[in-house]
């Protein structure tokens, strides 16, 4: 059954169009993934889909209640937290929890189970202003007050945005817990390497969708072979590669090159290449470039 | 239920634990009725005379003409006895009244003597010393005339003195805090109730938490209204600050009934915190909500009020904009029921007109109050 169903929206700004004919569906107790760069129109759908903003066209509905008509009994069903922290910065830990309880009709208490894990971190500081919390606590804390109210459906709007590596790996721990609890969720991030977290993911840029599937399925689906070069100087080794007729694309991944060639077989001689296994990025730039 | 005293309380940490919004609530009100301000002289213009003759003899017919022709005045409708003075100007029918004793002319060419009652309403202290001073001019114009006239047929005991007795009513002191409260409180309810209401509005809307209270079940309604309550109840407790501050320190005392004062004050703070929302509805920053609480609000209320510049003395379209400044009827709503002690029938007018604008920018607001964040 699909816990959410997006049939052609799209939404224009001005001049520009921030989201070009979006479908896709979630299925029931999914985590689901939106990857795609600062800009690309995350935010936005994230937000249609919550009823805070209307589309231009297209429909869209989540636990089967559509965002426009139903708009105020969705807004029972779903758990939201926002891309910039967005609780009360002198409210303390506390406080802010119990606030977003009675908001959402419900009490800390009824929901405590599915919050425990998380708030045991914080219950140090639970007499802290969320203002002075650090970067990871502020996510946790966001987490739980989206989390009180046992939504059916949660939209995190890139929720590891600056927070550091650790952290984001507990958050996404945890995340893999609720979906255990039968929470679906939606999460948005620029991090491809977070994509491989998810169930299925959608690959976004510039408002449009280039690709939905299981990050598996994605990688599997590159079309080319792909080698990995490096060399104490990357960034002539860049330019030399570039210069080569056998070369297709070159780009520069950390500290290796990323190289595939226009036959996959025939490769340039004095360069020393290594077959690995596409990243979501590959595939991400590899989708951008065939655009 | 819950969800609503939730927000009350939230609203009240707020601003308690915000060090610099309490100061500016409180210290403000406070600050300003302590500096009183400055008395700024004003032209007056088209003061409404009320005339009480008893002797309608040449000498105060001549004297009633000259007022007539000048521009500071304009004769409005003669008394029957001078007791009806005091009650016509209650209903506000006149802001000047002069009062001629018996047998004027005679007693002005037998004895050479003879005396004439100014009663000018000083509850605003500035308006009521420039009518006098006017007054006294054409008076002693007149006298001027007299004499030139008498040397010219030839009298030699050319000695004529018309006396005028000046009578201030409702602020027999010329105390200049009894313009100034009024009007201050017209401020400052403006200052704390519409300038912070709308701050606290947009602040959440800038923080990003209106969004996620918009995505919550609570009926957006309910997050405003939690916002304007809070203040309301601040607001009561700084009209009665001031009030304290005004019989004890400026001295000036609450001549009306205080029960309709505060009424009278709490319907002006209803319109002030709807303003407020108003305002909310249309900007998006804090700095714009500032702004426009600022310069839209607080100019037109010191400018166009009567707080400063007496209504009566400006152009007819300035007078006609200012019917649509609120502060301008709760001012001289304020002014009668307080320093003039009128009772609230009085100010009936004031009060239903501030009630109609409460009635309509509320309904404005949550015409334009949105359920989403576009």
């Known amino acids: 059954m699909a816990k959410l169903e997006i049939d052609g929206i799209n939404k224009r700004y001005g001049d520009v169009q921030a989201l070009t004919n979006i479908s896709f569906r979630v299925n029931d107790g999914e985590l689901f993934g939106l990857i795609g760069p600062d800009g690309a129109g995350k935010t936005t759908l994230f937000r249609i889909l919550t009823s805070l903003i209307l589309a231009d066209s297209g429909e869209a509905s989540v636990d089967g209640l559509d965002i426009v008509k139903d708009y105020k009994e969705l807004r029972r069903h779903i758990g939201y937290m926002p891309g910039r922290f967005s609780l009360y910065q002198d409210l303390s830990v506390e406080e802010n929890l119990n606030f977003f ?191 | 239920m819950k969800q609503f005293w939730a927000f009350i309380i939230k609203e009240f940490e707020h601003i308690f634990r915000d060090m610099r919004t309490i100061l500016l609530i409180i210290g403000i009100p406070i600050a ?80 050479g003597e003879a005396s004439v009652q100014f009663i000018a309403d000083a509850s605003d202290p500035n308006y009521g010393n420039t009518a006098v001073a006017y007054a006294t001019n054409i008076l002693s114009d007149y006298q001027q005339e007299l004499m030139q006239k008498a040397m010219a047929s030839g009298m030699n005991s050319a000695n004529f003195r018309i006396v005028p007795q000046v009578q201030m009513l409702y602020n027999p002191e010329m105390n200049g805090s009894y313009n100034f409260v009024p009007g201050l409180m017209g401020m400052v309810f403006i200052l704390i109730c519409a300038m912070m209401t709308s701050i606290a509005i947009v602040r959440e809307k800038e923080s990003g938490t209106m969004e996620v209270l918009l995505a919550s079940p609570v009926k957006p309604i309910y997050i405003v209204i939690s916002k304007m309550i809070p203040y309301f109840l601040i607001s009561w407790f700084i009209l009665i600050i001031i009030l304290l501050l005004s019989i004890f320190v400026l001295n000036v005392p609450v001549a009306g009934n205080l029960i309709w004062l505060n009424v009278f004050s709490l319907i002006y703070i209803l319109v002030a915190l709807s303003l407020g929302l108003l305002i909310s509805t249309l900007v998006r920053t804090q700095v714009a909500a500032m702004l426009a609480s600022g310069m839209g609000l607080m100019m037109p209320i010191m400018i166009l009020s009567g707080m400063i510049f007496p209504i009566e003395s400006m152009p007819p379209v300035l007078q006609w904009i200012s019917c649509i400044v609120p502060a301008r009827w709760y001012i001289s709503g304020i002014r009668k029921i307080m320093i003039e002690g009128v009772g609230v029938i009085h100010i009936l007018k004031e009060m239903l007109i501030l009630t109609g604008m409460a009635a309509a920018i509320i309904t404005l607001s949550l015409k334009k109050f949105k359920t989403r964040l576009e």
């Open chain 1, 101 to 291: 309880a009675t908001v959402f009709h419900t009490t800390v208490q009824e929901n405590y189970h599915l919050i425990k894990e998380i708030y045991q971190q914080l219950e140090p500081f639970r007499t802290r202003r969320a203002g002075k919390l650090s970067g990871g606590m502020k996510q946790k804390l966001a987490l739980c007050c989206a989390l009180i109210h046992k939504p059916s459906v949660l939209f995190l709007d890139e929720p590891t945005t600056g927070v550091d590596p650790v952290s984001r790996k507990e958050f996404w721990e945890m995340l893999k817990r609720l979906k255990q609890q039968g929470i679906t969720i939606v999460v948005s991030t620029p991090y491809m390497d977070e994509a491989t977290r998810c169930d299925r993911i959608a690959l976004i840029q510039h408002g449009q969708i280039l690709s939905i599937d299981t990050p598996e399925n994605i990688r599997k689906a590159y079309p080319k072979k792909l080698y990995r070069a490096s060399a104490p100087d990357n960034f002539s080794l860049l330019e030399r590669l570039r210069e080569l007729p056998e070369i297709d694309s070159v780009f520069l991944f950390g500290e290796y090159l990323h190289v595939t060639l226009k036959k996959d077989d025939k490769k340039p001689k004095d360069v020393q290449l290594q077959l690995i296994e596409p990243g979501i990025e590959d595939c991400f730039i590899d989708l951008l470039r065939q655009k």
């Open chain 2, 32 to 111: 300003q009725i302590l500096i009183i301000g400055f008395a700024v002289s004003t032209e007056v213009k088209n003061i409404r005379v009320a005339v009480y003759d008893p002797s309608n003899d040449v000498s105060t017919q001549l004297i009633i003409n000259h007022f007539e022709s000048s521009r500071s005045f304009e004769v409005v409708r003669s008394l029957q006895s001078p007791d009806e003075a005091e009650r016509l100007f209650q209903q506000n029918a006149f802001d000047f009244a002069l009062i001629f004793s018996e047998h004027f002319d005679e007693n002005l060419y037998h004895t």
